[in-house]
């Protein structure tokens, strides 16, 4: 490009979304040039203005079918507490009333004496004893071939890779 | 009285604590992976705007774009288990919706080549457009008037960033096309907004 080239609409687009190669050309006629310096301008407050436009708000909230309903309890409304401490007030007051009532027409309970309920207690807790002495541990099943240790040690050994790959598993994503 | 104020400086703390201890975007993709949809919903919270206004500013239709918004986040939540963890979800998620709106704009194409016949032909704005001296709002409406694919290009350009290349991938088109759409594009914004009234 010759410095007595006015730079092309093209060219300009392209300096501005930098993605051209005759950067240093261009800025080098532009430093010359007014009346492309201009143009640049003119091109550069579009972009702006395109850019700098406000984000409009939304009308619904897009977040709310991924999440679940609100488990917290539902308030309790201003007229629900004095109702209920004069309804405890009735109540209080209605069995005050009653009690003569139900003295009379309740029928008398017979009352187990201690003595008899601790000689009960105590025949229980003989015949437990009783009971525990006489059981004993069921016999193991023996087995019909030598369990040595390498054995074990071969069992242990196939288990805790088996349980640390089941963890890697579950835990892939963490991991990543 | 002094009980609710207590309680109102609690629940400000609370606020503050939870606020300052915020959850990073690749820990709540991560919760979103295991199943908590929860996690994904804080997510949402965090784009939806932006995802919106992608919507809006390509289909200049508030109530598609905010359906095809919250498309964008179901797509989002269906493929967060193939998510590159690498990547940054808000500039991903806005890709989603551009996509999804240009497929929409593609299945309604009839529609479209009618719209852009009558917006070539709205070259002079009704006198109640003319009105409208919010320079925003005159924006959004050149921006409408341009033919999608032109709507398309300014969109992924100026709003998303992407390069020449990018766009040329994205709406498998080529490099020149993308290029001759970005600048006339600009052309007619340039001549519609700076027209005098």
Known sequence: MHLTDHISDVQLNEYLDEATQERAQIESHLSSCDECAARLSTLQNLFTE????????LTRDLAAPFKRTSSLPAQ???WLPPTVILQAAIAVAALIAALPFLNQLLPKIESPSFSSVFIQLQTQWTAWLDLLSQFQLPTLPTFSFELSSLYLISALAVVSIIWLAGNGLLLRNQIK | MTYFSAATFSHRLLYY??????????????????????AFGELVTRYQTGVFNVCYRILHERSEAEDLAQESFIRGY???QTFDIGREFGPWIRRVAANL????????????????????DSAQLPEAVQ?????????????????ANYRLVVELRHYQEMSYGEIAAQLNMPLSDVKSHLFRARKILAEKLHAPD
């Open chain 2, 131 to 147: 009105e409208v001296k919010e320079r925003s709002e005159q924006i959004r409406l050149m921006l409408a008037s341009l033919p």
């Open chain 1, 50 to 57: 395109i850019e700098s436009l406000p984000e409009l708000a």
């Open chain 2, 101 to 120: 709106c240009l497929n929409h704009l593609e299945s309604q194409k009839v529609t479209t080549e009618l719209d852009e016949e009558r917006d070539a």
């Open chain 1, 76 to 78: 309790i409304p201003a």
């Open chain 2, 17 to 38: 604590t939870l606020a300052m201890n915020a959850p990073s975007d690749r820990d709540l993709i991560l919760q979103a992976r295991r199943g908590e949809a929860e």
């Open chain 2, 78 to 80: 269906d493929r967060i």
